[in-house]
């Protein structure tokens, strides 16, 4: 009973500490857009030209794959970060010296996770419940088939989601900001191994096909299949839920999911994969404590200087060190303009703690980008060009408060004049260390589209870190949100999403240029009010 209460009390703390947050209000702010979204139809789905007739059961399997797919996405970024915060605020050295078990702790973690994605479910639900009287062809209310794909797809999910985010925070590698890129690749990942090969195939999923959905869509794509072949038996079982895009021209409807004990345990199951990664955190939990860390790199230790005691010492350490106890005198030549010593001492900053085999890579690439035929320099070794450098451009904007040299670096003379602009051009400098490559070939080739693209690209990338790292304060927000856009919009050269401008049919160049300079305007008005409040 008495770790229950300290469980209870534990979570309890930790959601209180993240509603208080303005980042709390802004996660509620993106499930009411998407809520928005859904209702206003922007996001579809759809099977080949049909979707179904907005009654409950409609709108709550909409509701509930949106919210097991795209929030789980978002909701992981939102939440990893937990153990972190206790161990910059100390509070978690105070937890330390308590008899609290490793697992408790990351367990009570996760649930504190939990609790914060559960009340996006809940604001969904709310939406779903409005979409269902106000927008719904059919206002008759079903609770149950309403809210039942939101208790069973989402939540589960978003359990698993939060043990996910504490595990990586466990992790040497994947605490910082490679596991806000790898989490992408493996959420993207997730959705897929739900689809098994009977469900491609249009036939019925099997036991383990339900055990291995994560989303619950694949299973309720299945189901809708079989409603929908008894109005079109030429179905092709295309399956989509897109955002924006055409909207389908024909209706069928349909009465919700058919929940089984298979379903239902399989959903359950989720929660035990939860409990289990949570646990598993607790194995590579360090609680606090730096000297059981087994990957943490050890810096090398500067010697010290022997204590100097009394003013004979001070004295003697003055004759053999001439500069000892001497302050440099600022000189009006001090106060001069220099902009390239402040863009070097920037770009050594950013490229700081790098080993010898990221520079390799970055050579590589940047060779690869000059010797590749210039349709696989442009539509595919770009790419990996330019998200390579990504932990290095995350840094921009947000050094100051994440080392906390705000007052130092802010009381510089002329910081809004000299400091902001220097690390814009370091960052535009690393997006050309690397593929500048495509540039030169690019000019020989005399394409000059290509070239302009490339050249808005080469200031759109920096200038979109820079901004979100000065409006966040940190890292992760242009981590998540870069990997996303480089992965939709530039990989798969998704018009008007391809902010490479090396393909001309994906290309907009004027588009990135105006968001180049609202990023930049934004940015530089929340650097003057921050030095104004200095």
């Known amino acids: 009973m008495k770790r229950g209460r300290v469980l209870w009390h534990l979570v309890k703390a930790d959601f209180l500490t993240r509603v208080r947050r303005t980042s709390f209000l802004v996660t509620l702010a993106f499930a009411v857009f998407l809520g928005y979204q859904t209702f206003a139809g922007n996001i579809v789905m759809q099977l080949d030209d049909f979707r179904g007739v907005y009654n409950s059961a409609w709108v709550g399997a909409l509701m509930g794959v949106v919210t097991s797919s795209f929030l789980t996405l978002v909701g992981f970024y939102i939440v ?55 927008r719904a062809e059919d206002r008759t209310l079903h609770l149950w088939t309403l809210l039942s794909p939101l208790l069973l797809y989402a939540l589960p999910s978003m359990a698993f989601v939060a043990a996910l985010a504490v595990l990586f925070e466990t992790l040497p590698v994947l605490r910082g900001g490679v596991g806000n890129v790898i989490w992408f690749f493996l959420w993207t990942g997730l959705l897929v191994a739900g689809i098994g090969p009977e469900a491609t195939r249009g036939g019925l999923p099997t036991n383990a096909d339900y055990f291995h959905d994560f989303s619950g869509l694949p299973t309720m794509m299945v189901q809708m299949r079989t409603t929908i072949l008894q109005v079109d038996p030429n179905f092709h079982n295309n399956f989509s839920l897109s955002i924006g895009g055409r909207p389908p021209q024909h209706r069928f409807l349909w009465t919700g999911v058919r929940w089984d004990s298979v379903q239902v345990a399989a959903r359950f199951t989720w929660f035990a994969y939860a409990i289990a990664a949570a646990l598993l955190a607790s194995v590579f939990f360090h609680r606090f404590d730096p000297a059981r860390e087994r990957f943490v790199r050890r810096r090398e230790e500067a010697p010290e200087r022997p204590p100097v005691e009394g003013l004979a010492a001070a004295k003697e350490l003055v004759r053999s060190d001439p500069w000892a106890g001497r302050l440099t005198p600022l000189s ?4 001069k303009n220099r902009f390239i010593s402040v863009v070097a001492a920037e770009l050594r900053l950013m490229l700081q703690g790098h080993r010898w085999w990221w520079y390799a890579v970055a050579g590589g690439l940047f060779i690869g980008c000059l010797a590749a035929p210039l349709p696989a320099s442009s539509g595919g070794v770009i790419l990996a060009a330019w998200i390579w450098p990504i932990l290095v451009w995350s840094q921009m904007g947000s050094r100051e408060a994440r080392y906390a040299t705000s007052s130092l670096i802010f009381s510089a003379p002329r910081a809004l004049q000299r400091q902001l602009p220097a ?64 992965y939709t919009g530039a990989a798969h050269h998704l018009r008007g999403g391809d902010f490479t401008g090396t393909v001309a049919s994906s290309s907009r160049p004027a588009l990135y240029l105006a968001l180049t300079v609202i990023l930049l305007a934004a940015c530089w008005m929340r650097r003057r009010t921050q030095l104004a409040y200095a």
């Open 332 to 335: 009006p030549a001090s106060a």
């Open 423 to 486: 690390v814009w051009v370091a960052g535009v400098l690393v997006t050309l260390a690397t593929g500048g490559g495509l540039a030169i070939r690019l000019l020989v080739a005399r394409d000059l589209h290509g070239l302009a693209g490339f050249a808005v690209a080469v200031c759109f990338i920096p200038s979109l870190a820079l901004a979100l790292g000065v409006l966040s304060g940190g890292s992760k927000f242009f981590e998540a949100l870069y990997t996303v856009w480089w």
């Open 80 to 134: 990893k970060g937990s153990i972190l915060r206790d161990e910059t605020t100390r509070v978690g050295q105070i937890l330390a010296a308590t008899p609290m078990s490793k697992g408790f702790y990351t367990l009570a973690k996760s649930l504190g996770n939990f609790a914060v994605l559960a009340s996006m479910v809940f604001v969904m639900a709310v939406a779903a419940l409005c979409m269902q009287l106000i």
